[in-house]
């Protein structure tokens, strides 16, 4: 089940009818009928913001010229400016107007919807390199979660004569977000000479290793004359097995093109890269034949191959992926190899190597070796965070898990929050299925709270039954905490039959739902999963079947009722395949039993429950299991008022 939700609010509560819409500085009334469907203005403003999102600028000044009088002006203006300055393909057009830019950023400055803009803008700026105004506009631009904007910025500096080659080494890793921003800022840095032939293939590797052959492509042409034959190159890229049948020249744009088919290769078939590298790696330098181990181990260790550890051993010292340092950690843990494990971090950039989970593992590690000392002093930096690895070090530490103490509000600070600008439009959004532009009406006040505020806006959205706010707004609180708010537990009568009936723990199924829907009735995700258990439709009829209900409707699917009853009952079944193991059980109703079965297959020998959630090939499933035990750890702690083990219930998984 994919978590992406595309979330829908179709009945937003009474709560909306009076509050107040502070649209982007108009004010307006939420309309009260916000349960029913919406009127032809919102139609032709959704058809906007889909005009707006593909770039048709001439369907979308037609669009909102029939809508002068739309309750929400700012956006209906920015979803007019955003598809000026960029092409159909998502490239920033030069030519693109500055005046009705600059003149949006001046009335609607401090606004959520100016700060988009604005990111949309530095695009256009940085793509002219137009450094002065650039500059001038990214002091003011304030998420800054934009890293092909972040690209711009370091090449604004390098126009400057500064050196920004070790701040590009430690942006630059993951070419999904780099846009044209960043295949620039890498060819400024090739010119600039601050990066090195080594660089450009390091990230021509990179691109291609995540499949991002586009990119990749892109990023040759910083090579300027070093760059290989096109002919040479193809066939290193598609046709790998022909270009190393040719052996290895002695000459280090073939060596680069070896590793970079050795690359391709190992995605498709690892054991076969392993044996025609062993061929070719004797004419290679010790560090090349260390990166190309270390890339055939990254792609084995994904497909959960017993020969990735080994193959892996050979990369010590490796100039690798983040993905490939994180995997030639989780093979080890797999293996059981604590000195692997070690040296492995050890070895990760620091920023990567500061996460959580790699403190944690670091000191089980050090702890395996003996040093108990150093090892508590490293759990000692994550026990005080709410997560997976803050509760693991926290056990390590001799203490078990319990909820900080409650922070209350009062009732007029709750209130309060009613006249926050931004939370009103933002209920409009969800009540369009708009969940992005929601999200980010509803965040963008909540950057400048203090704890008790968000505490009370937590409150307010769930007095407004936005549960997802409630406990979203909840989570980001630091020193003063509501862990009635942040794991949030509605409908606790039906949950808590359900659970009880198919023999679930509730805190179990409370953890469950707080991560599929964050209890949205009405939440779809992108593959058609529904309600707050977020089921599949053939899951849903199979259960209702097994259960005696018959076949079901898509509508009683998503009925509370009927989804918290379907949706326990087939938690329930996995679990009972699985030997009562919530690690496996979780993992089989997030991916389909078959995945979590043969993962358990794979293995060589027993081990730790978080040993084998670390090691799940799927991102989205990892983070899911780890998600939903640490959520049930919380609601145990919350629903039973004592102390509780995470470690205990992650248990260990046997072949």
């Not at 400024?188 to 990119?215: C, G, H, K, P, V």
């Amino acid at each position: 089940m994919s978590k992406r939700l595309k979330r829908v609010y179709l009945a937003v509560g009474a709560a909306l009818a009076a509050a107040t819409l502070v649209a982007c500085g108009t004010a307006s009334a939420v309309r009260p009928d916000a349960d029913l469907p919406p009127t032809s203005d919102d139609r032709v403003f959704l058809q906007l913001r889909d005009a707006a999102r593909a770039n048709d600028a001439g369907k979308a000044a037609l669009l909102a010229s029939q809508i002068p009088d739309y309750p929400a002006p700012g956006y209906v203006e920015y979803f007019t400016i955003k598809p000026q300055l960029f092409d159909s393909q998502g490239h920033a057009r030069i030519d693109a107007p500055d005046a009705p830019v600059l003149s949006f950023l001046q009335r609607y400055d401090g606004q959520a919807i100016a700060d988009r803009l604005r990111n949309d803008y530095l695009v256009v700026l940085g793509s002219r390199h137009d450094w002065k105004n650039f500059e001038q506009q990214y002091s003011r631009f304030v998420l800054n979660d934009d890293t092909q904007v972040k690209c711009y910025a370091l090449e604004a500096r390098l126009s400057r004569g500064e050196n920004v080659a070790d701040a590009a080494r430690a942006l630059l890793v993951e070419p999904k977000w780099y846009g044209d921003g960043c295949v620039d800022l890498i060819g400024m840095l090739a010119e600039s000479r601050q990066f090195t032939s080594d660089d450009i293939w390091q990230q021509i590797r990179l691109a291609y290793e995540q499949n991002y052959t586009s990119t990749g492509s892109n990023i040759v042409e910083a090579l300027g004359q070093e760059k290989p034959k096109d002919t040479l190159l193809d066939d290193a890229v598609n046709k790998p097995p022909l270009y190393l049948a040719r052996g290895v020249m002695p000459n280090t744009p073939a060596h680069q093109l070896t590793l970079l088919a050795i690359t391709r290769m190992a995605r498709n078939d690892p054991a076969m890269a392993a044996a025609t590298f062993s061929s070719v790696a004797p004419s290679l330098t010790p560090a090349e034949r260390a990166i190309g181990w270390g890339t055939i181990g990254y792609q084995a260790a994904l497909k959960r191959m017993p020969a990735a550890a080994d193959w892996y051993r050979l990369s010590a010292n490796a100039q690798l992926s983040n993905p490939a340092y994180e995997w030639r950690t989780r093979s080890a843990l797999l293996a059981g190899d604590w000195n692997m494990v070690r040296w492995s971090i050890e070895q990760m950039p620091p920023t990567l190597r500061a996460q959580p989970s790699w403190v944690y593992w670091h000191g089980r590690a050090v702890k395996q070796a003996g040093d108990t000392a150093t090892a508590n002093q490293e759990f000692q930096t994550i026990a005080d965070q709410y997560n997976f690895y803050g509760q693991l070090a926290l056990e390590e530490l001799g203490q078990k898990i319990t909820v900080p103490p409650r922070t209350t509000v009062s009732d007029a600070e709750i209130t309060q929050m009613q006249s926050v600008p931004g939370f009103a439009l933002s209920q409009r959004f969800y009540a369009l299925n708009m969940r992005l532009e929601g999200n980010r009406e509803w965040n963008w006040p909540l950057r400048t709270m203090t704890d008790r505020q968000l505490l009370a806006a937590a409150q307010y959205a769930k007095r407004i039954e936005m549960f997802d706010r409630t406990v979203n707004t909840a989570d980001k609180t630091k020193a003063e905490h509501d862990f009635s708010l942040r794991y949030l537990s509605p409908f606790r009568d039906i949950v808590e039959r359900d659970a009880q009936n198919t023999g679930l723990d509730i805190e179990w199924a409370y953890g469950l739902i707080r991560q599929e829907s964050r209890f949205i009735i009405n939440a779809r995700s992108e593959v058609g999963a529904g309600g707050l258990m977020q089921l599949m439709p053939g899951t849903a009829q199979l259960v209702a079947k097994k259960i005696g209900l018959g076949t079901v409707s898509r509508a009683q699917m998503n009925d509370i009722n009927t989804n918290i009853l379907l949706g326990t009952n087939y938690l329930s079944m996995i679990y009972n395949q699985f030997d009562n193991s919530p690690v496996l059980a979780t993992a089989g109703y997030n991916a389909g039993p078959g995945r979590p079965r043969q993962w358990r297959q794979d293995l060589r020998a027993p081990v730790e429950g978080a040993v084998f959630a670390e090691t799940i090939p799927f991102t989205e499933t990892r983070d899911y299991v780890k998600n939903v035990l640490s959520n049930t750890v919380y609601y145990a702690a919350l629903f039973e008022g004592r102390p509780q083990s995470l470690k205990a219930r992650l248990g260990y998984i046997a072949p």
